[in-house]
């Protein structure tokens, strides 16, 4: 079995929230209004594969833009 202490718990819930609010930033850089509701919806309602899906895509498209 797992066990979490209370210390452990906050520090997976910290983790989990800088990655949300990262990816929530990245996502109103790139995104029209439109798809950043899309891409905020998806990472509020998913947040652990939203959020790492959001910043994939974000480095995918920056990358595809500059060599373009």
């Known amino acids: 079995m797992l066990f979490l202490t209370s ?3 906050i520090v997976i819930f910290g983790l989990l929230l800088i ?3 990262t990816a929530l930033v990245l996502a109103s850089k790139s995104e029209s209004n439109l798809r950043f509701l899309i891409w905020g919806a998806i990472i509020l309602f998913v947040p652990f594969l939203g959020a790492i899906a959001c910043i994939i895509n974000y480095y995918a498209t920056k ?3 500059k060599s373009a």
Do not use: Q, R, W, Y
């Open 7 to 9: 210390f452990g718990a």
């Open 63 to 65: 990358n595809k833009v």
């Open 19 to 21: 990655l949300v609010i």
